[in-house]
């Protein structure tokens, strides 16, 4: 019942994952800024890498749907808070050196600001479902997953904007700015203080 979801899911694209390119002939001061965000981009990029894993081992049909929600609940709590994270490291980091960096910067925290708030209410929204009827659940479940859809492929054109030209190839040969393998169990801190420990990372930008 949970394979829809992990499927919308796995189809978003993590920050700056779409990042290719390793032209050396970026100007320093980009390079510096590229690597002032990616230091702080990593742990969160693996949060996520996370909770999505959290996500894809509660796929199989005879998963109770406490448990699902319990799950899901964590990893969207995780990553909102990635999300809201990723939007200080962008804001602090200042805006990048290049021409019009300054509206850049700003319209991609204001996206990734946008993202916590969408994902903390799939949150409130899979937190709402009735895990004691189980037909019901499942089409709570579908909503959820249409949704998350909605925000993978809304809203992420600043992004793209951002990892684009010389700030794109800047922040590609960064390592904090490269994929991540799934290394931990479970997302399964949901109380965990705001945005520190249970923040893991997630990218609105969705392969299109």
Same mark, same amino acid.
């Given at each position: 019942m949970n394979k829809k979801l992990a499927a919308a899911l796995s &189809? &978003? /694209? %993590?920050? %700056?994952? +779409?990042? $290719? &390119?390793c032209s050396d002939d970026s100007d320093n001061k980009v390079n510096d800024w590229a690597k002032k965000v990616c230091d702080q981009v990593q742990p969160q990029l693996q949060k996520i890498a996370n909770a999505n894993a959290a996500i894809q081992q509660q796929t199989a049909d005879n998963s109770k749907p406490a448990d699902v929600q319990k799950t899901d609940s964590a990893a969207f709590q995780q990553i909102s808070q990635a999300y809201k994270a990723l939007g200080s490291a962008v804001e602090s980091a200042g805006a990048p050196p290049v021409d019009g960096g300054e509206t850049t910067q700003k319209e991609a925290v *204001?996206?990734? #600001? /946008? $993202? $916590? %708030?969408?994902? /903390?209410?799939? @949150? +409130? *929204?899979v937190d709402a479902l009735d895990t004691k009827d189980q037909a019901k659940f499942a089409d709570g479940l579908k909503g959820i997953a249409d949704e998350l859809n909605k925000i993978s +492929? #809304? &809203?992420?054109? /600043?992004? *793209? @904007?951002?990892q684009s030209g010389e700030v794109g190839s800047a922040m590609a040969k960064q390592k904090g700015c490269q994929k991540p393998t799934a290394s931990a169990p479970p997302a399964s801190a949901p109380s965990a203080p705001a945005s520190e420990s249970a923040s893991p990372s997630a990218s609105p930008s969705e392969k299109s």
């Open positions: &189809g &978003g /694209a %993590v920050l %700056v994952l +779409t990042l $290719s &390119g *204001k996206e990734l #600001n /946008a $993202s $916590s %708030v969408a994902y /903390a209410d799939l @949150k +409130t *929204k +492929t #809304n &809203g992420d054109q /600043a992004l *793209k @904007k951002l």
